[in-house]
């Protein structure tokens, strides 16, 4: 079955402190990963993607990692901001006919000064 | 400017009524998407449309409905036969289905009342 599943499902951090998301899938054909950034009550907005052949990928902040092999990747928000508050999702493209999007659930990300 | 818009931000229905959610998009893309948000739940495929006058049902279309006339727009009717129709619900579209990115519109919370 074709599952995307994030870790931790919420997560609390001090302003200016760095924190990493989780992110694995059992999607096959593996096409693409990319990750969105969800603020409250909003559209979810694209913040990186990476192919089969890409290990490491950044956004100024945020750097996402990717293993092809254990099907697993990694969102790392380094010094954190207070607008960095919000949910993040972990896609996952499939190579097939028809729409090919499958969705985490999110993690919740909740930064305090 | 190039985007997806979706109205109203807002919507309440009473029990047994039908509505309408609107989608728009100016950015030439073929497919559109509708999701449906709960709390604590990943986005869940509602319809999807590839190309005009097309459309293909996703995970949870029952007691909803859709129309494909023009390229630009997507709306979506949630109908009476939805049993739990309160709901975040966020339209999308891609180049493709095969497209890597979707692009989200800003969503529309639909409570019924």
Redesign the interface.
């Given at each position: 079955k074709n599952q995307?599943e994030q870790s931790p499902?919420s997560l609390i951090i001090l302003e200016g402190k760095n924190c990493t998301l989780q992110c694995n899938y059992t999607v096959s054909p593996f096409?693409?990963l990319?990750w969105y950034k969800q603020d409250t009550?909003?559209?979810?907005?694209?913040l990186t993607?990476m192919t089969f052949s890409e290990n490491t990928k950044s956004n100024g902040r945020y750097t996402a990692t990717l293993d092809a092999d254990t099907k697993q990747s990694s969102l790392h928000i380094t010094a954190s901001q207070l607008s960095d508050s919000a949910s993040y999702?972990c896609?996952v493209?499939k190579?097939q006919?028809?729409?090919?999007?499958i969705?985490?659930?999110?993690t919740t990300l909740s930064v305090s000064s | 400017d190039g985007g997806?818009t979706?109205s109203p931000k807002y919507l309440f229905r009473k029990e047994g009524q039908n509505v309408t959610l609107s989608c728009e998009q100016n950015l030439n893309h073929d497919?559109m998407?509708w999701?449906r948000q709960d709390p604590?739940?990943?986005?869940r495929?509602i319809y999807?449309s590839?190309i005009v006058n097309d459309f293909?049902k996703?995970d949870i279309a029952e007691g909803y409905s859709v129309s494909r006339e023009k390229k630009e727009s997507f709306p979506l009717t949630v109908t009476s036969a939805q049993k739990n129709p309160t709901a975040?619900y966020?339209c999308?579209s891609s180049m493709g289905?095969?497209s890597?990115?979707?692009f989200?519109?800003?969503?529309t919370?639909l409570t019924v009342v």
């Open positions: 995307v499902q096409s693409n990319r009550g909003r559209g979810p907005v694209s993607i999702i896609v493209s190579e006919a028809g729409t090919a999007l969705f985490g659930k999110g | 997806i979706q497919a998407y999701y604590g739940q990943g986005l495929l999807y590839q293909q996703g975040f966020l999308a289905t095969q890597t990115e979707a989200f519109g800003q969503g919370r």
